[in-house]
């Protein structure tokens, strides 16, 4: 591999603006099951709002799947979610990131189901930077071509719309917990 950066960026964006930014994303995630996951050099999916979305890069592709908390939790159900992971991405990639997106506080499987990524993700000593909660529905885009994780929800837009232009609060204001890893920056 070429010209790959070690450092994703995650970018906080109003609602038109990600749409506008992803306009060109054939890679829509609109399955929440395993057998929704995509993978490309691009890939986007909405509505998370109780689910769980994970997405992992290697530098050159994007592996993302939005999860609903019946199967994220349900103990029977994970070792397919998980062999979806591993046969989508070759999970010893130096390179390999990630980021997890979701879960609701007031929601007991949706809690269990983002944990049960967690726990995946540190097993497979993969980064990941986290955006958990929220009170809004989230929405997420992945471009290879700028290694930029595109993040929106209804609180960013309405902070964006009133003037607010720190990326770093947008994304503090817009979910209950924001873990950035090392590997990722806020732009």
């Known amino acids: 591999m070429t010209d790959i950066s070690f ?22 995630v609109s399955n929440w099951s395993p057998e929704g996951a995509k993978k490309g050099l691009s890939a986007k999916t909405d509505r998370i709002m109780d689910c769980t979305a994970l997405g ?6 994007v592996f993302l799947m939005h999860i609903i908390p019946e199967l994220s939790s349900n103990k029977k159900f994970l070792p397919q979610i998980f062999e979806k992971i591993k046969n989508s991405m070759d999970l010893s990639c ?11 506080s007031y929601s007991r499987e949706s809690l269990i189901g983002y944990n049960n990524f967690m726990r ?13 909660g929220g009170d809004t529905v989230h929405k997420i885009g992945y471009h290879s071509k700028n290694d930029e994780w595109i993040i929106s929800n ?6 964006i719309k009133s003037g607010e232009k720190d990326s770093k609060k947008l994304l503090e204001l817009g979910f209950d ?3 950035i890893n090392k590997l990722d920056e806020i732009v």
Do not use: C
Not at 7 to 28: A, C, E, G, K, W
Not at 56 to 61: C, V
Not at 154 to 159: A, E, T
């Open 94 to 104: 130096q390179y390999l990131q990630g980021i997890l997106v979701g879960a609701r």
């Open 120 to 132: 995946f993700l540190k097993e497979h000593k993969i980064p990941f930077s986290e955006l958990k």
């Open 154 to 159: 209804f609180d960013i837009d309405r902070l």
């Open 177 to 179: 917990r924001v873990k």
């Open 7 to 28: 450092t994703s960026s995650i970018r906080p964006v109003s609602s038109d603006s990600f749409r506008r930014m992803t306009l060109d994303i054939l890679n829509n």
């Open 56 to 61: 992992l890069t290697d530098g050159e592709n």
